[in-house]
């Protein structure tokens, strides 16, 4: 392997077949360690969706690049899960990471802190918007809207909870019972998930819930979406009056890039006022700039009680917290020695230290303006892709760097196209960009590239994209 230093700036170089031998061999070998449902490989996906899938093995990342055990390069559009927001192994990051691991590396969370976790809930609770001031750390979006549910309870004393069709929480039993990502991920756990959660739809705009007309109105969508959380929360027979929490992404991410209608997060605001429900936000994909604005819920101006972060917040390591409102986090009452609510890792100082910096370079490098305007660039020629291919392409979803393809299968219908969406990752990570399908149906060619991403890494992106979809488009 080259031992070239990357930028991370630097065009795909693709040097071998993809997967490259090494990395064939390294995911042989990961089968014999990890559990079979862990890690997608070939024979499962290939019966599937009829394209081979075994995964590239990473072995640097930095900047918008990886390069894999073969050596190859490739421009990641994925932020490996929008965490890499401010860029893979970014130098201050790496260089606080440093620092820290010379100092302490783990200290006793809520026993003896260290003063490292306290500097960064300082820096935490100074990005985050007025009003949402107090901290649970955790370790991954899963504890953070965990530690948000189990906050909402004490504070409401109502055990349920109502979420939405397409969101996508996490997978720990908390989480996954909120979560209604796909049914399979469910179904195994049913007996053992909360029975105090309902699901509701989506105002998806492109999709309307309720059999309504595909051109119905945002407003449309919107009021039914909001009356029939109403008639849930106050109808006679519902069980509505146990809901003491309201969980959802402004932007559904691995939902399909899902952006509710203008209004909708302000109405949502006003039925839990009314009713004293716990409105908690999850923001763990879109905070921290990845929509244009520091977090997405800020694009409307609306709060909730609770907001929970995580993935970018780290740079790249596990790092999450739900942070509330001081009135709603104080019905925890006042640690009397044990944290009821507590773990091992909890404000690890090494992971403290990094999210450190990474709010620093946030700031310092004034994302949250660029991503806006070079999202709306780069949205704009997808758009110009969606019009010249329109059978295929139904609309480009999200706002920022939190873009979506809508790829279809039949356009009257709005019928959804997976296998579009898996080719599409493949040809692209073939010729060293990587993308990744998304959407509660597989069609989506969600794409959250690194914020620091150039125009030329985009413009070889747009040149395969432009390319592949010519040659998809000409086979239907
Ligand atoms: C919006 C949202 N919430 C929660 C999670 C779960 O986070 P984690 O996988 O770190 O538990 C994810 C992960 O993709 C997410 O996108």
């Not at 029975?195 to 007309?213: E, K, L, T, W």
Request: net charge negative; hydrophobic share 40%; aromatic share 6%.
């Amino acid at each position: 392997m080259s031992q070239v230093e990357l930028t991370g700036l630097e065009l795909p170089e693709i040097k071998t077949e993809i997967p490259g031998p090494k990395s064939v061999q390294s995911v042989d070998r990961l089968a014999r360690g990890e559990c079979p449902a862990i890690t997608a490989r070939r024979a499962r996906r290939k019966a599937e969706t009829g394209v081979g899938q075994d995964p590239i093995v990473w072995a640097r990342a930095r900047g918008a690049n990886v390069e894999d055990v073969d050596g190859n390069l490739y421009v990641d559009l994925t932020s490996a899960f929008a965490v890499a927001g401010i860029g893979h192994t970014h130098p201050k990051v790496v260089e606080a990471a440093q620092k820290q691991l010379g100092r302490v590396v783990h200290a006793m969370g809520d026993v003896y802190p260290s003063d490292a976790k306290i500097e960064f809930l300082d820096r935490l609770v100074d990005v985050m918007p007025e009003g949402l001031s107090q901290c649970i750390l955790g370790l991954s979006g899963a504890s953070a809207i965990e530690a948000a549910l189990k906050t909402a309870v004490v504070h409401t004393g109502k055990p349920g909870v109502l979420s939405f069709f397409g969101g996508y929480h996490g997978l720990g039993y908390g989480a996954l019972s909120v979560t209604a990502y796909r049914s399979n991920f469910r179904e195994p756990f049913l007996s053992q998930l909360s029975g105090h959660v309902r699901h509701v739809p989506y105002p998806d705009q492109y999709r309307p819930p309720f059999g309504m007309s595909l051109d119905s109105s945002p407003e449309d969508i919107s009021r039914s979406c909001i009356t029939y959380i109403e008639q849930i929360l106050d109808g006679p027979a519902s069980g509505g009056e146990s809901i003491g929490a309201i969980v959802i992404e402004p932007i559904q991410g691995r939902g399909g890039e899902v952006e509710p209608p203008k209004g909708f997060l302000s109405e949502l605001r006003r039925v839990c006022d009314e009713r004293g429900i716990v409105l908690i936000f999850d923001e763990i994909y879109t905070g921290f700039a990845r929509t244009g604005d520091m977090f997405a819920c800020e694009h409307e101006g609306v709060l909730p009680d609770i907001m929970c972060v995580g993935k970018a917040l780290g740079g790249g390591v596990a790092l999450s917290a739900a942070v509330g409102r001081p009135e709603v986090m104080a019905s925890w009452g006042t640690s009397s020695g044990e944290a009821v609510h507590t773990s091992t890792f909890l404000g690890n100082p090494l992971s403290c230290a990094m999210a450190s910096a990474v709010l620093d370079v946030l700031q310092q490098e004034q994302w949250v303006e660029q991503v806006r305007e070079r999202g709306d660039r780069l949205k704009a020629r997808l758009e110009g892709l969606a019009e010249e291919f329109p059978s295929l392409i139904g609309c480009v979803r999200g706002r920022g760097y939190m873009l979506g393809l809508d790829l279809l299968a039949d356009v009257n219908t709005r019928k959804p196209h997976p296998a579009a969406a898996i080719e599409l990752m493949d040809r692209c990570r073939r010729q060293g960009y990587l993308v990744l399908p998304s959407g509660v149906h597989g069609n989506i060619l969600a794409l959250s590239p690194p914020f620091m991403i150039t125009d030329e890494q985009l413009q070889g992106f747009f040149d395969v994209l432009y390319k592949e979809v010519k040659r998809l488009y000409s086979k239907i």
